[in-house]
């Protein structure tokens, strides 16, 4: 089982990252009928389909870590991951080779992770307000508002929030962040973390 890494990052927030290298079929056949995603046959692109399986077994594995149990995977309206029969709180990303996820005993969490690319740039400046953007300087700094912006959207949990207007990445000391999503007229802050690793950046908020 490849997983990279995976740490408590808290007392109540774990995160993992599996790096992905098997084979399609390896993957099917560690994670049985019950762990297929629902849409995993409508995946065309055989990288994503890795993705997806190995984001799930990477839950898997966090949930029996913490719990000791786990019972399988599934999404609420909006898409978003719960387990089973369990009072936890999950979030999954992927990018290229590497799947990540974020299991938390008390409440929502949200993870994304993204390799660093100068396409980033380009993109960046329709999900920022003029003020995160002076902050903005290389293509990390970039990749990181994005996966920032993209976990807290994960965290909150409403579809159709304006990312440069309702989700905010404060600097609050140096190289250190906080969230803020805007929402009925309401500030909910969120904490944020950040992990550097192989020309990927990645972000969880919690």
């Given amino acids: 089982m490849p997983i990279k890494f995976v740490q408590q990052i808290e007392d109540d927030l774990w995160l993992g990252v599996w790096e992905i290298n098997e084979q399609e079929n390896e993957l099917i056949q ?5 762990l297929l995603p629902d849409n995993y046959l409508s995946l065309k692109s055989e990288i994503q389909r890795k993705q997806s399986l190995c984001g799930r077994l990477l839950v898997k594995h966090l949930s029996q870590q913490v719990f000791h149990q786990f019972y399988g995977i599934y999404k609420n309206e909006n898409g978003k991951p719960f387990l089973k029969n369990i ?6 990303s992927h ?7 974020t299991l938390s005993t ?3 969490t949200g993870v994304d992770i993204e390799a660093i690319s100068p396409r980033i740039l380009k993109v960046i400046p329709r ?8 902050n903005i300087h290389t293509e990390k700094d970039a990749t990181f508002y994005w996966c920032a912006k993209e976990a807290l959207y994960k965290l909150y949990d409403k579809l159709g929030l304006d990312f ?4 905010k990445v404060e600097l609050i000391a140096e190289n250190k962040y906080r969230g803020n999503v805007l929402d009925n007229n309401e500030s909910h802050i969120a904490q944020l973390g950040q992990i550097e ?10």
């Fill in 30 to 34: 560690l994670s049985g009928e019950a």
């Fill in 87 to 92: 009072e936890g709180y999950i979030s999954i």
């Fill in 95 to 101: 990018s290229k080779q590497f799947a990540s996820a």
């Fill in 106 to 108: 008390k409440s929502s």
């Fill in 127 to 134: 999900v920022t307000s003029d003020e995160e953007y002076k």
């Fill in 164 to 167: 440069s207007k309702q989700l």
């Fill in 197 to 206: 690793f192989e020309g990927f950046v990645l972000v969880y908020a919690f």
